[in-house]
């Protein structure tokens, strides 16, 4: 096996067993790593029951894994997955840093956490050497304080167990904030400052664990490749290909807060009310005067395409994140009525500090905010705040609510459309139009309105991720867009970014045959390999539970907002022809061999070798009619 | 261009994009392997944001050759840098205490001490920063001379300094 360092990390938090284990050549051969390899996973051993398996309970298994092409293909990349608490089905949240480089250089592809530890912990890695060790005195702290206690923590500690050998490297980490210890729904899994493993809610599910943070050093090679001169040879076409976008370079995702209004119409500006601005205070001109380093990337990576922002005066002095990217810019920016960097850089970095991810938290500030301009949540019930758009501190104060489970803070923190439900039960009127969000996950910063950003009708209502738009539903199913790529580059597990340009996709191909020495041809990719993760996803996205399930009919569509048309800007009047909408999911099941209600069909489970899911189905297929 | 001239990696620490690039191809070239640890530059993220790749400044006065006990340690006379003996190195770390920025480390799988040894000239890692443009490692050519020795600091020493100017004094005094 090549690519792979060969072995897994089984971790029991309840009894504080840590033993390995193997997966078989066979298996990765089919599923390959991160998000493919999590989806069989969680299928064998959580499968049968799934329905009953509370995410946030103690049977819930958390996973971070990695991918042969892991630490080989430009920026290093990891996997986090489970049973996801935002949509009750398994998401494949991806984050950059250099934790997996460590990890399989410490000879592990992935770690799987199952139980609960009775006090906060944390992992400790340093190749072999392996511990629980105990995370009371950072249970509580935000992200500055978690990494420089642990990191210094860590490296005191291997300092003197390893002394003699020359300064000891810090270790990579993965962690959470005090979002993800209070299980708010919206918590992500965090490296560096602010890099997140955002969609899915895992923050809430390593709280549920009573894992604060994960640390590795490996102090081996990167895994045997099958063939080095072409690994490198792939290597340097897909950097060639990074080099040439400059201008991605130089602003990365950061241009966009201005672009995707302006010029696309498709930004959520307050609550997706509007989805078009033209505001020049909130270009990337002005973003980039923040920037104390303008190239920053994770391991490997030639694009580099995230820059570090500080703001060393005024009201939000001491604010310190990256970019933010577009996601922040929008989700922190025009949709809470923000139209400076100054207050988005200031709600970035209080939403890194407090471990939230800021597409669903920033869609869960809007809503709340929404419901505040419409009466329907008064002052009193906001505990007194004055939740008007463009007051960032404001937001901050409900933030802080919110993480601290207070009041409507407790609410909210169960994520939009779970808060949605609940405040329609106690205000009895419907809500749920307010929320901008598919299969209970708020939707990325990519509006399908006016036609002229890349997701389209299906992206999302197809989707097995809901609104994740790193995972969008398309078809022809091996487009650039289509949710098999997606599987493809999270299974990898590789940076998406780094694969815009054929010529960069192409070597992809040529980096798996000649990391892994698999001949796998993109044919068998997307006909039968990613065919199999997606209905894995897709089966238990249907199957979900305990508290919701979702129901292909109602809940494979947009959200309510976008059948209500545009008025502002160039595409004003635009909005979505339900009509067209339903044609084009009846077309996107037939092309992914689901039934007309979205139930992946007999014949296409058992082409694929998954008799047990369809056998499983029989219980949706029997409730559905 | 001559292969073998004295030479010297100036380094500009907020330019470093922390890709660690230099890891990736100073280990192949080393090692045949993409193995970070075992990369006679280090890049080093005490704090985030801060990266701060850490290799030999080429010391005029060289304290870890005169440190040596075994006589592994010589320096380059064409390009200045410190080469190991691997035959001769018996991995006692002296090189490491008198380094004043305690640049060498003990190869993490083999018994001696690694130093960077400016690639006899041409130094890979210094290519791959210019081609993505960070330009943290430039090659200069000749000698640092007595300012050399003023880069041999440790990685705490430059964050401290650098976090500093970046994040102000309270995140310096945290590492």
Redesign the interface.
């Known amino acids: 096996m090549r690519g792979y360092a060969g072995k897994f990390l089984e971790v029991d938090l309840s009894s504080g067993n840590i033993r390995e284990t193997k997966v078989s050549e066979d298996i990765l051969r089919q599923y390959i790593g991160g998000r493919g390899l999590a989806s069989k996973i969680l299928w064998d051993r959580l499968g049968s029951r799934w329905s009953d398996i509370d995410p946030l309970g103690p049977e819930n298994i958390l996973l971070m894994l990695t991918g042969p092409l892991t ?2 293909a430009p920026g290093g990349r990891i996997c986090i997955s489970g049973k996801s608490p935002q949509s009750n089905g398994i998401v494949g949240s991806t984050v950059g840093c ?1 934790f997996p ?1 460590d990890l399989k ?1 410490a000879g592990y592809d992935g770690i799987m956490f199952f139980g609960v530890a009775e006090k906060p912990v944390y992992l400790l890695i340093k190749d072999s050497d392996i511990e629980l060790r105990d995370a009371s005195h950072v249970w509580g702290k935000g992200a ?1 304080e978690t ?2 206690t642990l ?2 923590e860590a ?1 005191h500690i291997f300092g003197e167990r390893y002394s ?4 000891f ?2 270790p990579s980490m993965l962690y959470i904030g005090p979002a993800g210890e209070r299980l708010c729904r919206t918590a992500s899994v965090l490296a ?2 602010s890099h997140a493993a955002g969609y899915g809610g895992y923050g809430a599910v390593m709280g549920s664990k009573n894992l604060k943070a994960v640390l590795a050093k ?5 895994p045997e490749v099958y063939n ?1 001169e072409k690994t ?1 040879e792939c290597i340097n076409r897909i950097i060639k290909a990074s ?1 040439g976008m400059e201008l991605f ?1 130089r602003w990365g995702t950061g241009s966009a807060g201005y672009t995707v209004g302006a010029e696309q119409s498709s930004e959520p500006v307050m609550n997706w009310q509007e989805e078009w601005h033209n505001e020049r205070s909130f270009g990337v001109d002005k973003f980039e005067l923040f920037w ?2 303008k ?8 694009t ?1 395409c995230l820059k ?1 922002a ?1 703001i060393n005066s005024g009201d939000f002095k ?1 604010s ?1 994140t990256d970019n933010p990217d577009y996601e922040n810019q929008a989700y922190l920016g025009p949709n809470l009525g923000i139209f400076t960097p100054e207050g988005n850089i200031y709600l970035t970095a209080l939403i890194d500090e407090l471990g939230f991810c800021g597409i669903q938290t920033g869609n869960l500030l809007s809503f709340a905010a929404e419901l505040y301009q419409r009466g329907i949540l008064t002052k009193e019930d906001l505990g007194g705040i004055e939740l008007n758009w463009g007051d960032a501190k404001a937001f901050s104060e409900l933030l802080k609510m919110i993480v601290e489970r207070r009041g409507i803070g407790s609410i909210l923190a169960e994520g939009t459309y779970r808060a949605a439900l609940k405040i329609s039960e106690i205000k009895g009127i419907d809500v749920t139009k307010y929320a901008v969000t598919c299969k209970g996950i708020a939707i990325g910063a990519h509006g399908i309105r006016s036609g002229k950003d890349y997701p389209h009708y299906v992206s999302y209502p197809c989707s097995v991720q809901g609104g994740d738009h790193t995972s969008v539903a398309y078809i022809p199913l091996d487009h650039g867009n289509s949710e098999l790529r997606a599987i493809l580059y999270d299974s990898g597990v590789v940076c998406w970014f780094n694969f815009f340009s054929e010529e960069a996709y192409g070597a992809l191909w040529g980096l798996m045959e000649a990391v892994t020495g698999w001949n796998i041809t993109p044919e068998e990719w997307f006909n039968v390999m990613a065919r199999r993760i997606l209905q894995i996803q897709r089966a238990t996205l249907l199957l979900g539970g305990p508290d919701l399930r979702w129901d292909p009919r109602i809940h494979d569509d947009v959200p309510q907002r976008w059948y209500e048309p545009l008025t502002k800007g160039p595409y004003s009047g635009k909005a979505v022809d339900k009509a067209r909408m339903r044609e084009n999911i009846s077309e996107y099941y037939r092309a992914v061999g689901w039934d007309e209600r979205g139930i992946p069909t007999s014949e296409e489970l058992k082409r694929l070798g998954l008799d047990d899911v369809d056998k499983k189905l029989d219980e949706i297929r029997q409730t559905l009619h | 261009m001559s292969k073998a001239a004295l030479i010297w990696i100036y380094r500009d620490y907020l330019r470093c994009s922390g890709c660690r690039r230099c890891e990736i191809v100073c280990s192949l070239k080393h090692e045949g392997k993409i193995w970070p640890e075992a990369s006679r530059i280090r890049v080093f993220m005490l704090i985030p944001g801060i990266e701060v790749p850490h290799l030999c400044a080429q010391c005029q006065d060289y304290p870890c050759i005169d440190a040596c006990p075994s006589g592994a340690l010589s320096a380059n006379k064409e390009t200045g840098a410190v080469i190991v003996n691997k035959e001769k190195c018996i991995a006692c770390g002296r090189c490491i205490d008198a380094c004043p920025g305690k640049v060498p480390f003990i190869h993490p799988a083999e018994r001696y001490a690694v130093i960077c040894d400016l690639c006899n000239g041409d130094p890979e890692c210094v290519k791959v920063c210019g081609e993505g443009g960070w330009n943290a490692l430039q090659l200069v050519r000749g000698s640092a001379g007595y300012n050399a020795k003023l880069y041999a600091k440790t990685p705490e020493e430059i964050t401290r300094d650098l976090a500093k100017v970046i994040y102000g004094e309270e995140m310096a005094g945290r590492i």
């Open positions: 630490g080989f250099e480089i250089c500055k990494v420089l990191v210094k490296r003699g050998r020359g300064i490297k810090e560096k400052w490996g102090t081996g090679p990167l080095m490198m080099l370079r104390v380093k190239f920053w990337g994770d391991f490997g990576c030639a580099t570090l500080v001491g310190i």
